[in-house]
């Protein structure tokens, strides 16, 4: 399979970064072609709100012309679909929510019965890292990526939440464990 994982840390060697590539290397081990974008060091800008994407049906037509529609193609041609992210303020990183923000121009008439998805089909996991324990940190995180699932038309393939990430690079010890364990259930 083809997946692709978008880093959403500003930390490009932190936790989050770190975890993701034990469940990259399980994946390549498994036969699967991975590729990973760090969106920090991508150009998205913040959706506009015009609705100018919601004039096709079958393409992106975003009017912004950055890195997100290059990222947006490779999330329609991938298989699978990680987003990366550490908890801030119970919700995405900014690099990953902006990114979220522009995938509006992947969905048409959504809550509609002719609702359409350039995903549709496709299946998505997230991978998320924290400092404190899943309630009242990563709860809400989960709820949001699940509401993605019904926009998107997607699956969800699986969820992971690691707890006690310390700013000094310190995790639990059954991190690798546990990300091999989801990389495994991502493709199953």
């Given amino acids: 399979m083809k997946i692709l994982t978008l880093l959403g840390s500003g930390r490009v060697a932190g936790n989050t970064a770190t975890i993701l590539g034990w469940a990259e290397d399980e994946l390549r081990t498994l036969g699967h072609e991975v590729e990973r974008i760090n969106l920090i060091k991508k150009d998205i800008k913040p959706c506009l709100g015009c609705a100018k994407c919601k004039e096709s049906e079958i393409d992106i037509n975003c009017i912004q012309k950055d890195d997100a529609e290059e990222i947006l193609q490779k999330m329609i041609d991938a298989d699978i679909t990680v987003f990366a992210s550490p908890t801030y303020f119970w919700g995405y990183a900014a690099p990953i929510k902006t990114l979220i923000d ?21 299946r998505q996991g997230t991978l998320l890292t924290g400092g404190s324990d899943y309630k009242n940190n990563a709860e809400g995180l989960i709820f949001t990526f699940n509401k993605l699932q019904g926009f998107y038309k997607t699956e969800n393939a699986g969820e992971l939440f690691i707890g006690k990430c310390t700013a000094d690079y310190k995790r639990p010890e059954d991190a690798k464990e546990r990300a091999c364990t989801f990389a495994r259930n991502l493709v199953a």
């Fill in 102 to 122: 522009r995938s509006w121009s992947l969905v048409s008439n959504y809550k509609k019965p002719n609702h359409s998805s350039l995903l549709e089909g496709k």
